[in-house]
């Protein structure tokens, strides 16, 4: 594997959201997959502001990355469904899985293991107390989170600014040394696998 | 801490409310994760776990025990209890 890598980020919410933001400075072409819409709560946790109400989450970072950096990066404005799972992770160097629900991280794990993509998972307990940030080696699939609301108000947006921190470095140290480095995080430090 | 875990055991870290700390003795690696969620849930309600503020009755129900056997960066088996962690 060699620059430019190409890094796909599923889940265009709290976590990959701001997880693009911190990774501008990657050395590739970042691509992002999400079907859902920018509502007027996910600004308060989400790095998605007023300008993108009403958009779709992909097209709207896709935006907000050229506005503001003048980076481009690819937006797919789609549900990863078993259809069209593969066509658009199977080319990835990296895939980044940021969503909110089990059988999307069964379909992203499926596809890397089959493909033998380096994948690293993000995910969030729901009242912000706890954090996993794992490569797919060693990453177990909680079940939940499908229709849930989660953070609303914007009571955990530090929380997950410093989880999707601590993902931005894991891929910056696997991109540069090839190490998997997996943490638990919750508010208070960090545990290393 | 833990100077002395034998390969049959494992340092149980768990992570209640956002704050975290270990059971102060290994437990058996093999243990059940009903019998590990007790002795957590015992340890915490009676302040026995360093980190972790002691609370009246709790429950661990819906909480997830993961398994790490020992590896060349941690040379002895860890067990978590923690929340569930479905949201991205």
Redesign the interface.
């Known amino acids: 594997m060699s620059a430019p890598y190409r890094i796909v980020i599923v ?1 265009a ?4 959201s701001h997880l693009l933001l911190l990774s501008r400075n990657l050395p590739g072409q970042l691509t992002v997959i999400d079907f859902d819409r920018v509502e007027r709560k996910n600004t308060l946790s989400q790095f998605h502001s007023r300008m993108g109400l009403g958009r779709n989450k992909a097209a709207a970072l896709q935006q907000a990355m050229q506005g503001l950096f003048g980076i481009r990066i690819q937006a797919v404005p789609h549900r990863l469904t078993a259809d069209n799972a593969a066509a658009l992770l199977s080319g990835a160097d990296l895939v980044v ?6 059988p999307t991280r069964a379909l992203i794990q499926s596809v890397v293991r089959e493909s033998d993509i380096a994948c690293l998972h ?11 940030v794992m490569w797919d080696e ?1 990453f ?1 699939i ?5 229709g ?1 609301a ?2 609303e108000d914007g009571e955990h947006l530090p929380f997950i600014a410093v989880v999707a921190a601590r993902m931005a470095m894991a891929i910056q140290r696997f991109l540069r040394d090839g190490e998997k480095c997996s943490v ?1 995080l ?4 960090i ?1 290393t ?1 | 801490m833990y100077p002395d875990i034998r390969p049959h055991e494992a340092r149980l ?1 768990v ?1 209640w ?4 700390g270990d059971l102060i003795d290994p437990v058996p690696y093999s243990a059940s994760d009903r019998q590990l969620k007790r002795w957590a849930q015992e340890a915490i309600e009676h302040g026995g776990i360093s ?1 972790i503020g002691r609370r009246g009755p709790i429950s661990l129900r819906d909480f ?1 025990v ?1 398994r ?1 056997p020992a590896s060349a960066t ?1 040379p002895f088996n860890r067990i ?1 209890i ?7």
């Open positions: 889940g919410g709290a976590l990959g899985d940021c969503v909110d629900n089990a993000g995910a969030l307990a729901a009242d912000g107390s706890y954090a996993r060693v177990s909680d079940a939940g989170g499908e849930q989660t953070c638990h919750h508010p208070g430090g545990l696998l | 870290n992570t409310r956002g704050q975290n980190g997830v993961d790490f941690t978590f923690r929340p569930k962690t479905p949201f991205g």
